[in-house]
């Protein structure tokens, strides 16, 4: 379709508006607008867009995620190479940095300025990026790579939602560098790897590795879901100084560290330094240490650099926190997807700010190498790590009569043999009514992003699986108050409230029951691409692997993963059992009109003939929406046999309640 010159006009205005309040959000900090609203009118520009492709810019909020998985990643050389910094450790190393560049001057006959000042940076814990502007538009985004060679992976660059598509600038250059470094904040880094760890795979050890590894993702989706960040520190444009260069920075839409400091003398800068030594651990990122460049660009030029490093510019490094602790106990943890993790429990030791009593040992070819022993001193480090690791073992000072530790070949929990797959570095109990792996299960089908059943955590997961209680994810919607109320410290009412709870989590769509079965890979995002393709169980599980992978967004590992769980028979007799008890195994079509249109609606409790799914699925024919949860927009709260919270809740709130026959009434009548 041709457009005309009104939509071309309101396309540019909403691009214009999306823009503004994407950069008061992600680098103002600064939020014009509310989520809905600006959810509402991207989907108009891309609707419009999708109409009419040629008003496509690459400069559009549209364009952030879009492109598909890349096969690999194309070298390309840097322009101007990449430089990394010389590191000091200490304040004579620094002095000794500052003497050697005025010697460098010297030998160069270049008279010493007679007042110099140095800017102070943040040495922010990430990986650095190299961005092209052609024109003002981002074209392209390299790694860093060796510093002579990076990789382009413009399409990640993209998703990264504090680079600008476009700059803040009338008249821009034909081409203009930036460079900056890229990163995932501590809770971003924290989220990520409990994400992984409910799929069963292996964890950043750092937010630096997951920045990098992120990077290196070939589908930007994945990319757009972890939420890097970007802090822009030089550009190639001829300026006086790096602060102006850093002001100049901020001016064209880039974010830049706000804690940033111009210095007058070494006494400053090691102020700076000490200030930020303990003011670090309040940043919601990691920084390792300070980058002190000398300000003035003439004196950079002057100084240039030796093969590796610039001469005007340091990393004034943090040391790596270390602490010496013995080790009490080494022991075998097992996983929800039977990962056997080998752990050191030591004598509580304060690190960086917390009290560490466990550190990982990652797997058996550590243990060897290591050779940890029972008794041992050994050195754990939290250098930016979030998880303590074992360095060292000191072992000058190990007791005598030591043996080597030898990881179990056997299952700690139920004495199955242990197997390690050939090529892998991880040993696994693979016996699938193995308790530890049943008790992870129940843990992670109780999880908040999966059924979300409050009340059944890893204490009560113990004691339903040893009172022989439940054997599987399935007895948990036959547990009785009656049952529950015998368990150690369960009295009537917290026995009400799980079976409530448990009764509620029926209500919970596909997606989060797909995701609640913790297959391999299949997180919250993977659970979701896959409902929205498999409307309904019986189609995910008859579906091959090409027919699985070829939904955008999976890629072969995952596919192969859903695909072998189903050929599983005790998986699909679990699946059959779900289905019987009235879980959510399809998303049904959303009917717009009815008579409950606008209505909303609340489940709780056991109703005396309507299983769950049959009762949600005639409030939503007639229109109405079932949600999870009670809140004042609720309209309805239909009660059943020992309702729990939401119960109590509608009545604080005073949200209508009814009973089944009540609710067969208004739909008839
Ligand atoms: S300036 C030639 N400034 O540290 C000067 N680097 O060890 C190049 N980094 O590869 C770097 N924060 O990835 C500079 N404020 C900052 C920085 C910074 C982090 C990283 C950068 C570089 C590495 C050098």
Redesign the pocket.
Known sequence: MTSTPAITQRVQQLRNTLIKASYAYYVLDDPIMEDGVYDKLYRELQDLESQYPDLITPDSPTQRVGDKPATAFVSIPHNIP????E?AFGFSEFLQWQQRWLKYLNGQGIPIPSNYDYVC????????LALTYENGVLVRGVT?GDGITGEDITPNVKTIRSIPLKLHIDNPPPVLEI???AFLPISEFERINGERESQGLSLFANPRNAAAGTLRQLDPKIVAHRRLQF?A??LHLPLASQWSALEYLQQIGFLV?PNRQLCQSLEEVEAYFSRWDTERRNLPYL?DGV?V?LNSFGLQEQLG?TQK??RW?I?YKYPAEEAPTIVKEIIVNVGRTGAITPMAIMEPVQLAGTTVQRATLHNSDRVSQLDIRHGDTVIIRKAGEIIPEVVRVLTDLRPPDTEPYLMPTRCPECGSTLLRPKGEAVTRCVNSSCSAILRGSLIHWASRDALDIRGLGEKMAILLIEKGLVRSIADLYSLTSQELAQLDRMGKKSADKLVGAIADSKAQPWSRVLYGLGIRYVGGTNAKILTESFPDVERLASANVSNLASVYGIGDEIAESVYNWFQIEANRDLMQKLKEIGLQLSSRDKVTAGKFTGKSFVLTGTLPTLKRGEAQELIEKAGGKVSGSVSSKTDYVVVGESAGSKLEKAQQLGVTLLTETQLLELLDG
């Open positions: 990449l430089y990394s910094l590191n940076e943040l040495k922010i814990d990430g990986s650095a860093r460079r900056g470094e802090f520190y030089t560290n920084t980058v460049k650099f490093f610039p510019a990393a």
